[in-house]
């Protein structure tokens, strides 16, 4: 499920062309609109998305309850409004999170060869893990908080990031600017801020998209797996979980929350791909 | 080349040997108790503590690490704490549907996106270029176990084409088991198409800008036979390297789409281990897929080798 | 000479074709999809309910228990001697190991003890025991030391852990270990090379198993077996479960969830009813180690917040399958009585006032409560989250904690401070057969001790009275007994019971003859 899991150097980021340009606008509207519903959320949603009533279970939609209720008799509706909260942090906090660790990470093994070896056979190692695996036994291991469930996603897509830095570190260390600046004696931390971050900053907010709408899905695949944030919390990928076991009877349980869920991915995608093509017009000459 | 391939081999035991340390710490400094699982809810402290003792849980870590890792290099992957099984026999009950399932997506795979992004390319800019675009970038943001559900409520409980759920191994005879594998590989297979064929497209695009291509097409040869055989070819190498890539990616497909359609295979042996705290078992899967990966990635760079000449091994 | 007529000959080949695709042609194969998967064998080492379920397919007990809740013989016939100091037990003739072996009386004394050791009342009933010992290959006699009341009904219980016997180089087996083979006497045989642990089991009729002549009733009488193969089938999913039902890949759902019944109500081939009769008890436990909940009062507030209604609609939503009742020995056991009934009467709202007003005047401070969620048990992940609201509203201030089942069993056992990984609240559910006496209740130990079960309420009275039941003559006495401890158990707040919920199974009308039974039982039943 995870989309980041190829290289930042492999053709996953290849091959993201430049999307017609009314669907970045139409993917920003909906993003817009996601960001907009999570953050006035008490606002939109007309019940507490904790809010039980035993006697009103698994209610088809109707005029109040505008999903219909779930198993607890919470109005859907709400829990999908809230839920955007959760899947919106869990992105955020796995996006930053994987590049405020592996950018530091992918600088040093960039530059100073010494730890490179070691830091990226560690690398490698965590790469090998498969993230899914990782993440269901942090999570089942330690507790289901959101702090534990960033963790565990964020973990497996540090060594992508750190990569990717690497790569533009090394591939900007041979031009001659940099040579330069070695022989005038520059420190090697002003020399890395100065010289190296910039030429990492695209690719890595290009990726940091990528990232953020893989989390979002991986939140979902561990919820759906049970191992994922408690119930109290609502996020698309628990309401999903909790409505599968009634797909038969009430698949909107499930197809709400997904609708919604795909939407959002679907425009960060597209949204990265645009990012891209503005910010990295080399990556779009090697695709197009 | 052979040399190369040695250089690289040696590269994975420093790999393997963070991944078997890694996995055994997270393992043992997280709370959950195996004994726990074995005794039941209803168990007394005294009745857990004197399992933990029988199960040599109550040793020193380090004592533990290297019991284990001993063990390991003599080939015994040890028993499941659980239910006393050999942890390799375990796996190998379940290991065949899950690389039957793996395979058929894959197959599924290939059998869908190529020509899909051969088609796309060939028609760029056009309306089937636009909708297999669009087909793959929601083939990413959907995730698997809604497809699957989908597949399952459309062709297996309204239409009854297929059954809805289990598995029936190939030695069964080859119609009952692709009957229940096809919608569960279908379902991996749905990102993994998504991704295939856009690989496709763009480097399709690429190679059909290229001279031969067009010499090729002057000569009059037919323009499937240019497609495929000059072009595709071609355009192999970013293809395989997303195969590889995928692995993970797989992995993480595969333990969901086990769950949807009760499949009894390693995504779900390995699900049921975290959650029983089945120590030996969890470690020797996540190392078992660890090891593939780094395996199959290892192939792959030689693959390179093979298919284009102009790689050199550094 | 002419040796086969041409059908003979059609047929000789239909059946030699047809053995080519299955191991046998006319097997009847029973599979079943359990209430959950089957991950260990060891029936003496685990309380959980499914290696229970094994325990009876391939174990049997000296004594069986029928429907009137009365030890009856099942290995053995048994005389107890006027003074009560002595019990002789005589196995029946024709018992074999699946190995082959004989039953004998050496095997049973080992098993005994082996069972001792893991069985907590078993361990209440040792201290009376002067002696267990086989006096003959088919004999063996328990010496007491004084009366013990219920030594019959112990080693005829069908819960937590029955007293299973086994061949005494198994019983041997070192104390928290489990057994190596998995040989019994019962009417199935394990069949170890088809074992995939959390997946399947698979059982075959053990032929050369003697019935006993009585009628069978729950564990006791005959026990006679009328399919070749079970298959047990481990399915994450009750939907999953509930299509290989319909197209008929499974025979039997042990435990459907009740919610998806309107799914299975349509279908003409699938027979819904409530199997076992006594269903479980799900209960709200405190921890009286760590404050809030060691000050009686701040729990008696929440004795009154909760509701049992709204729990028990939010978990199973049909009131046709779920009880409410003050007992807490069970709805409809002998021991059942209304002690306690105060901290029910009323409507919800009657009772929250009251709750509020007791939370006010006692000493908890607004210190957060953490209640443990499980979120991979589906019969337990709702209470929580009801009772979480109901509290919140009666003015505590409740953390919930979600974790996977398996960490809360194991942190449940821990009295750390909550800032340490302790807990204050949590909810699990006992099937009645577990807790239909005080002997057997470990919910009500009041001992504090240690090695109770999580939550170690102190209560000397409850221990009197507990010591009492043990000798109590008569039932009218037990029952007395039983009362006054109910009450106790509910002024105290040694936990809350929220009421009790049957399990429903599914089957399709192919068979005939399921029993009804505390335990999912295999004999009996046709296809």
């Known amino acids: 499920m995870s989309l980041t899991t190829s290289a930042p150097e492999s053709p996953r980021r290849r091959l993201m062309d430049a999307p017609p340009h009314w669907t970045t606008v139409l993917a920003s509207v909906v993003l817009i609109a996601i960001v907009l519903m999570a953050l006035f959320a008490p606002v939109i949603a007309n019940f507490e998305p904790t809010s039980l009533n035993a006697m009103k279970r698994l209610k088809p939609a109707d005029a109040t309850y505008w999903m219909g209720t779930d198993s607890y008799g919470r109005d859907l509706f709400s829990r999908v409004v809230y839920g955007a909260r959760v899947s919106l942090m869990v992105g955020a906090g796995v996006a930053l999170g994987s590049i405020v660790i592996g950018l530091p990470l992918g600088l040093l093994a960039g530059w100073f060869r010494g730890l490179d070896a070691v830091l990226m056979r560690m690398m490698d190692g965590l790469m090998a893990i498969p993230g899914i695996l990782l993440a269901i036994a942090i999570v089942a291991l330690t507790n289901a908080g959101l702090t ?22 090394l591939a900007t260390r041979s031009e001659t600017f940099v040579d330069a600046a070695v022989l005038l004696g520059t420190a090697p931390l002003r020399l890395i801020w100065r010289h190296l971050l910039p030429s990492t900053l695209a690719p890595l907010i290009v990726q940091g998209t990528y990232i953020y709408a893989a989390a979002i899905l991986t939140e979902a695949a561990l919820s759906f797996l049970g191992v994922g944030i408690g119930t109290e919390t609502p996020s698309w990928g628990n309401i999903m979980a909790e409505g599968r076991l009634y797909f038969a009877m009430n698949p909107w349980l499930v197809f709400w929350p997904a609708i919604v869920l795909s939407l959002c991915i679907l425009s960060i995608n597209l949204l990265g791909d645009a990012l891209r093509d503005r910010l990295d017009p080399k990556m779009k000459g090697r695709s197009a | 080349m052979l040399s190369y391939f040695l250089r690289r081999l040696l590269m994975a035991i420093p790999v393997m040997f963070f991944v078997a340390v890694f996995v055994f710490l997270l393992l043992r400094l997280t709370p959950g108790d195996p004994a726990q699982a074995i005794a039941g809810d209803q168990a007394t402290p005294a009745q857990l503590q004197q399992i933990r003792e029988s199960l040599g849980l109550n040793e020193p870590l380090s004592v533990q690490f290297v019991t284990w890792i001993g063990r390991m290099a003599h080939g015994d992957f040890g028993v499941s704490l659980i239910s006393q099984q050999p942890v390799l026999k375990m796996i190998g009950q379940r290991i065949g549907p899950t690389v039957a399932l793996a395979l058929v997506a894959m197959g599924l795979t290939v059998l869908i996106s190529l020509p899909m992004g051969v088609l796309a390319a060939w028609r760029h800019g056009g309306l089937t270029d636009r ?96 497609l495929f055989r000059h072009a595709l070819r071609n355009a192999a190498i970013p293809i395989l390297t997303v195969v590889g890539t995928g692995f993970a990616m797989m992995i993480s497909g595969v333990v969901v789409t086990e769950t949807v359609f009760n499949i009894p295979g390693l995504g779900r042996l390995v699900v049921d281990a975290v959650l029983a705290r089945d120590y030996p078992l969890i470690q020797a899967i996540i190392l078992l897929t660890a090891g593939t990966y780094v395996l199959i990635n290892l192939l792959i760079d030689l693959s390179y080798a093979l298919t284009d000449p102009r790689i050199r091994f550094q | 000479m002419k040796l086969f007529g041409l059908k003979t000959l059609g047929r000789v080949a239909l ?66 001697s006027d003074d009560k100091l002595t019990y002789t037990f005589t196995l029946r003739d024709g018992l074999k190991w699946h190995d082959g072996t004989p039953v004998t009386a050496e095997d049973c004394v080992a098993s005994l003890n082996r069972w001792a050791q893991k069985d907590g009342s078993a361990g209440t009933m040792m201290k009376y025991v002067d002696s267990i010992e086989a006096t003959s290959d088919k004999v063996l006699v328990i010496h007491m030391k004084s009366p013990f009341g219920p030594v019959l009904e112990l080693l005829a219980k069908p819960s937590p852990i029955p007293a299973f016997m086994m061949p005494k180089r198994l019983a041997d087996t070192p104390v928290g270990e489990q057994i190596s083979e998995i040989i019994g006497s019962g009417p199935f045989k394990f069949v170890a090379e088809e074992y995939r642990p959390g997946d399947q089991a698979v059982y075959v009729k053990n032929e050369d198993y003697i019935p006993r002549e009585e ?152 210190t957060p409560v953490l209640m443990m969620q499980p979120t991979d048990l589906t019969v337990l992940t709702t209470q929580p989250i009801v009772a979480a609201e109901r509290m919140r509203e009666a003015g505590f201030t409740v953390d919930v904690d979600s974790m996977d089942w398996s960490t809360l069993q194991s942190r449940k056992n821990g009295w750390q401070p909550v800032s340490e990984g302790g807990w204050n609240f949590f909810f699990t559910y006992w099937g009645v057969a577990g807790i239909w006496n005080p002997l057997v209740h470990s919910l009500i130990n009041g001992s504090g001790d240690d090695n109770s079960w999580a939550g170690w309420p102190v209560n000397a009275r409850i221990e009197e009275l507990r010591a009492a039941y043990l000798t109590a003559g008569t039932l009218d006495e037990q029952k007395q007994i039983a009362e006054e401890i109910q009450q106790i158990a509910w002024d105290d707040g040694f936990y809350f019971n929220a009421g009790e919920f049957k399990s429903v199974a599914a089957w399709r009308t192919e068979l005939k003859d399921l029993q009804s039974a505390p335990i999912t039982l295999f004999w009996g039943v046709s296809k």
């Open chain 3, 215 to 366: 009628p069978s009733s729950w564990t006791a009488g005959a026990k006679v077996v009328n399919v070749d193969r079970v298959v047990w089938k481990a399915m994450p999913d009750m939907q999953t479960s509930i299509n290989a039902i319909q197209s008929g890949d499974v025979d039997l759902i042990e435990q459907v969830t009740i919610d998806l019944l309107p799914l299975l109500a349509m279908n003409d081939e699938v027979e819904t009813a409530v199997l076992n009769p006594l269903g479980a008890q799900v209960t709200g436990r405190f921890n009286h180690r760590l404050p809030p909940f060691d000050d009686p009062q701040v729990r008696k507030a929440v004795m009154y917040a909760l509701d049992q209604e709204t729990i028990m609609q939010t978990a199973i939503g049909n009131a046709d399958y779920y009880q409410l009742c003050a007992s807490i020995y069970g709805c409809e056991v002998p021991l059942a009585s209304d002690a306690g009934s105060e901290y029910l009467e009323g409507t919800a709202d009657e009772r929250m006032a009251k709750a509020k007003e007791i939370l006010a005047a006692s000493s908890y401070d607004g």
């Open chain 3, 15 to 80: 059946v030699a074709g047809s053995m080519a695709a299955l191991p046998a042609w006319a097997e009847t194969t029973l599979t079943a999809v359990m209430q959950a998967p089957l991950r260990s064998l060891d029936p003496h080492l685990s309380t959980a309910q499914i290696v229970r379920t094994h325990g009876f397919m391939v174990f049997e007990t000296l004594l069986g228990m029928d429907a009137n809740y009365q030890p009856q013989p099942q290995m053995a016939d048994y005389t107890v």
């Open chain 1, 148 to 169: 534990t469930v960033v963790i565990a996603i964020m973990l497996p897509e540090i060594p992508q990031v750190v990569r990717l830095v690497r790569s533009r570190v």
């Open chain 2, 131 to 226: 909708a297999v675009m669009a087909f793959s970038v929601i083939g990413f943001s959907v995730p698997v176990f809604v497809i699957g559900y989908v597949l399952i409520g459309v062709f297996a409980v309204n239409l009854k084409w297929f059954p809805v759920q289990g598995y029936k191994p190939l030695a069964d005879g080859i119609g009952p088991f692709a009957h229940r594998i096809f919608l569960p590989g279908l379902a991996l297979a749905s990102i993994y198409i998504a991704l295939v064929s856009r690989m496709t497209r763009a480097s399709m695009l690429e190679v059909l800008r290229e001279d031969y291509v067009r010499t090729a097409r002057a000569k009059g040869l037919p323009e499937i036979v240019v």
